[in-house]
């Protein structure tokens, strides 16, 4: 139900320059680092997750030689992919199926990087066992990762 949500949200993002009004997304930094996410994503096709939206390709009319890259979406990653494992620093959401919350406690708990994650849930128990439990910097319940203004630390468990 999740992946059957996410998938129109992310076809629909607005991606160009990042001068233009109305845009969810700019161009990526470099043509380099274009190319860098752009193998995430082959590798992550590659090690066998599900590409269910693909943002390779896309064209910005007028600007056809910029760094766009559209949202994708990945289901069924495990922690063993690389895709899972480092950090993409593109507009890639991954997603990992899990059998418990305890089970998602642990995946995360066991991952190099601790800099922040979140839980949705109506569950006001299931949200304090995953604050009082995850070994993470910051933690968001039923709101996007809170990530800082400049003039606060950010750095991970």
Same mark, same amino acid.
């Given at each position: 139900?999740?992946i &059957?949500? #996410?998938?129109p949200?992310?076809?629909?993002?607005k991606?160009?320059?990042?001068?233009?009004?109305? =845009? *969810?997304?700019?161009? #990526?930094v470099?043509?380099?680092? #274009? *190319?860098? @996410?752009?193998?995430? !994503? &082959?590798?992550?096709?590659?090690?066998?997750?599900?590409?269910?939206?693909?943002?390779?390709?896309?064209?910005?009319?007028?600007? +056809?030689g910029?760094f766009? =890259?559209?949202?994708?979406?990945?289901?069924?990653?495990?922690?063993q992919?690389?895709i899972?494992?480092? +950090? !993409?620093?593109?507009?890639?959401?991954?997603?990992?199926?899990?059998?418990?919350?305890?089970?998602?406690i642990? #995946?995360?708990?066991?991952?190099?990087?601790?800099n922040?994650?979140?839980?949705?849930t109506?569950?006001?128990?299931?949200?304090? =066992?995953?604050?009082?439990?995850?070994? @993470?910097?910051? @933690?968001?319940?039923?709101?996007? =990762?809170? @990530?800082?203004?400049?003039?606060h630390?950010?750095?991970?468990?």
């Amino acid at each position: 139900a999740l992946i &059957a949500k #996410l998938t129109p949200q992310i076809k629909a993002l607005k991606v160009g320059p990042g001068t233009s009004p109305g =845009l *969810d997304m700019g161009p #990526l930094v470099t043509r380099s680092h #274009l *190319d860098k @996410v752009s193998g995430y !994503i &082959a590798d992550g096709v590659a090690a066998g997750a599900q590409l269910v939206v693909d943002g390779r390709g896309i064209a910005v009319p007028g600007h +056809e030689g910029g760094f766009f =890259l559209g949202g994708c979406l990945f289901d069924r990653v495990t922690p063993q992919m690389r895709i899972y494992q480092e +950090e !993409i620093f593109g507009p890639v959401l991954c997603v990992v199926r899990v059998g418990s919350l305890e089970e998602a406690i642990a #995946l995360i708990n066991a991952h190099e990087y601790g800099n922040g994650t979140c839980i949705f849930t109506r569950d006001g128990e299931a949200a304090r =066992l995953f604050a009082d439990t995850v070994e @993470v910097g910051m @933690v968001g319940i039923n709101v996007p =990762l809170p @990530v800082p203004v400049a003039y606060h630390s950010f750095g991970g468990w």
